[in-house]
């Protein structure tokens, strides 16, 4: 095997190249992956355009890394390679994803389970070297087998799919319960899905870019309203007898999609902000104070792969429609982040191929 491979590594603002770098060697617990493909996210985009973000600033306390040069891509599946010592349970060539918590095992947090609020908290391909690449190298307790039934392809929406079921289990849905999507990207078109197979009766997708309103109506929403041209609020009022929605998501994290998630829902709801919002936005109480509204975060995810890979394997969630190119390595930044930057109404996710 030579000892180098292709791999696209983040240096920085705006600084992205498709390198020759060493093969990484697995250590203690570790395991090494031969990465069949890997989505491209939307934070992926915004460490290039703007990071870090997600990517430690300070040493990271659990893998050391800062900053760059590092390999981006946590959205994938792969096959394993190689096994470092005492790591145990997995075969070469098993199929796997990952989850992408890096947890210490032994905080408080940990102790109770609450991975995704571990204080050392890091994540796959932010504090360490991920799947924009030909391998990886990953702790074994990471590690998810594929079931037969679900694809390569498939099996890199694990990871975003794992972060709609987390968004829709923080706010409690109820069998029968209405549903407001605020935003219909990759993240609002998983929400929308996982709500309907968690049993709600509708959802109203509010979106201004025609083809994803389209797309969300092929996917089963009820309405796809386009906030530029109505009142989302009125809309889903007309739609529901007044009732409007009995639980909002809002997928992209801004004033104007918090305010719209407020304005979609009616008495009692719960609203979950899922979008990371990078601005602050204001929230005028005596909106939410009345009618004992509730916000709530989701924040990545904790145990929800299971659940997300049983949705792709018996078919619940349909993720082949959001795939809008495949595309090799080599062009990452011309045919995946540029396109994804510059056309949003023309994609959703691309997917990304080593070879
Ligand atoms: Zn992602
Ligand atoms: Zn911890």
Same mark, same amino acid.
Request: hydrophobic content about 45%.
């Given at each position: 095997?030579?000892?180098?491979?292709?791999?696209?590594?983040?240096?920085?603002?705006?600084?992205? /190249?498709?390198?020759?770098?060493?093969?990484?060697?697995? !250590?203690?617990?570790?395991?090494?992956?031969?990465? &069949?493909?890997?989505?491209?996210?939307?934070?992926?985009?915004?460490?290039?355009?703007?990071? %870090?973000? @997600?990517?430690? =600033?300070?040493?990271?306390?659990? #893998?050391?890394?800062?900053?760059?040069?590092?390999?981006?891509?946590?959205?994938?599946?792969?096959?394993?390679?190689? +096994?470092? %010592?005492?790591?145990?349970?997995?075969?070469?060539?098993?199929?796997? #994803?990952?989850?992408? +918590?890096?947890?210490?095992?032994?905080?408080?947090?940990?102790?109770?389970?609450?991975?995704?609020?571990? +204080? &050392? @908290?890091? #994540?796959?391909?932010?504090? /360490?070297? !991920?799947?924009?690449?030909?391998?990886?190298?990953?702790?074994?307790?990471? *590690?998810?087998?594929? %079931?037969?039934?679900?694809?390569?392809?498939?099996?890199?929406?694990?990871?975003?799919?794992?972060?709609?079921?987390?968004?829709?289990?923080r706010t409690r849905l109820e069998l029968?319960?209405?549903?407001?999507?605020?935003?219909?990207g990759p993240i609002g078109l998983l929400?929308?899905?996982?709500?309907?197979?968690?049993?709600?009766?509708?959802?109203?997708?509010?979106?201004?870019?025609?083809?994803?309103?389209?797309?969300?109506?092929? @996917?089963?929403?009820?309405?796809?309203?386009?906030?530029?041209?109505?009142?989302?609020? &009125?809309?889903?009022?007309?739609?529901?007898?007044?009732?409007?929605?009995? =639980?909002?998501?809002?997928?992209?994290?801004?004033?104007?999609?918090?305010?719209?998630?407020?304005?979609?829902?009616?008495?009692?709801?719960?609203i979950c902000v899922a979008g990371m919002?990078?601005?602050?936005?204001?929230?005028?109480?005596?909106?939410?104070?009345?009618?004992?509204?509730?916000?709530?975060?989701?924040?990545?995810?904790?145990?929800?792969?299971?659940?997300?890979?049983? *949705? +792709?394997?018996?078919?619940?969630?349909?993720?082949?429609?959001?795939? /809008?190119?495949?595309?090799? @390595?080599?062009?990452?930044? /011309?045919?995946?982040?540029?396109?994804?930057?510059?056309?949003?109404?023309?994609?959703? &996710?691309? *997917?990304?191929?080593?070879?």
């Open positions: 095997m030579a000892d180098t491979m292709k791999a696209a590594v983040w240096r920085g603002q705006k600084d992205l /190249s498709i390198e020759q770098v060493p093969i990484p060697q697995p !250590g203690p617990g570790e395991v090494r992956l031969k990465v &069949k493909v890997c989505g491209i996210c939307g934070s992926d985009l915004h460490e290039y355009n703007e990071g %870090p973000f @997600l990517i430690p =600033r300070r040493p990271h306390p659990l #893998t050391g890394r800062q900053g760059g040069p590092l390999v981006v891509g946590h959205e994938f599946s792969a096959e394993i390679d190689s +096994l470092g %010592p005492e790591a145990e349970g997995w075969q070469p060539g098993d199929r796997v #994803t990952v989850n992408c +918590l890096l947890y210490c095992g032994v905080c408080a947090y940990c102790q109770r389970g609450q991975y995704n609020m571990c +204080l &050392k @908290l890091g #994540t796959v391909a932010f504090a /360490s070297d !991920g799947a924009f690449a030909e391998f990886l190298c990953v702790p074994a307790y990471t *590690l998810l087998k594929l %079931p037969d039934a679900v694809t390569d392809d498939m099996g890199a929406f694990a990871e975003p799919l794992a972060v709609a079921v987390r968004v829709v289990k029968g319960h209405s549903v407001a999507v605020i935003g219909a929400v929308m899905q996982v709500a309907l197979a968690a049993g709600a009766s509708r959802v109203f997708v509010v979106e201004p870019m025609a083809a994803r309103r389209e797309m969300a109506l092929k @996917l089963g929403a009820a309405l796809a309203i386009d906030p530029t041209a109505e009142d989302a609020g &009125k809309a889903i009022a007309a739609a529901t007898g007044n009732m409007r929605a009995d =639980r909002a998501f809002d997928c992209v994290g801004i004033q104007a999609s918090f305010d719209t998630a407020v304005k979609c829902t009616g008495r009692r709801a719960v919002a990078l601005k602050p936005v204001e929230v005028r109480f005596l909106s939410l104070w009345g009618h004992e509204k509730e916000i709530t975060f989701s924040t990545g995810y904790e145990d929800e792969f299971p659940a997300a890979l049983a *949705l +792709l394997a018996d078919g619940r969630v349909d993720v082949e429609s959001l795939i /809008s190119d495949r595309i090799k @390595l080599d062009d990452l930044l /011309s045919a995946g982040y540029e396109p994804l930057m510059n056309q949003p109404d023309q994609h959703l &996710k691309i *997917l990304v191929y080593p070879e």
